[in-house]
Nanobody
Framework: QVQLVESGGGLVQAGGSLRLSCAASGSDDSLSAMGWFRQAPGKKQREPVA????????NYVESVKGRFTISRDNTKSTVYLQMNSLKPEDTAVYYCYSYRYIIWGQGTQVTVSS
C-alpha cells in the first residue's frame, strides 16, 4: 500500500522560505506524475499549486510562478516544493498528491506572518 508523508511546513515571516518534502513508501515503481495542492483557511476546496511529470515537466499556478519550484528525486521516491518569497496569502495546509495512485498525503501546515 502506497503512502505519502509530507514534512517541512512551519511558521515563517513574509519574504522567507520553506521547503516541503513528500516521501512515498510502499511503491516499487516510479511515482509518475505528482502534485502539490493547498487548502487555505476557510476555503472548502484544495487549490492546485504545482505538478511534475515523471520526466520532470513542471506546471505552476500563476500566483506562485517565479517563487515556488517543484522537483523530484526518483531514487528517494520524494517530491519537493521549494517556496521562496512567501506571502501571507500562501498560508494553507499543503498536500502532495499522486496522480498514479490517486492518493493524498496527510498535509503539512504552512503559516506566513506579515
Amino acid at each position: 500500500q502506497v503512502q505519502l508523508v509530507e514534512s517541512g511546513g512551519g511558521l515563517v515571516q513574509a519574504g522567507g522560505s520553506l521547503r516541503l518534502s513528500c516521501a512515498a513508501s510502499g511503491s516499487d515503481d516510479s511515482l509518475s506524475a505528482m502534485g502539490w495542492f493547498r487548502q487555505a483557511p476557510g476555503k472548502k476546496q484544495r487549490e492546485p499549486v504545482a505538478s511534475i511529470t515523471s520526466t520532470g515537466t513542471t506546471n505552476y499556478v500563476e500566483s506562485v510562478k517565479g517563487r515556488f519550484t517543484i522537483s523530484r528525486d526518483n531514487t528517494k521516491s520524494t517530491v519537493y516544493l521549494q517556496m521562496n518569497s512567501l506571502k501571507p496569502e500562501d498560508t494553507a495546509v499543503y498536500y502532495c498528491y499522486s496522480y498514479r495512485y490517486i492518493i493524498w498525503g496527510q498535509g503539512t501546515q504552512v503559516t506566513v506572518s506579515s
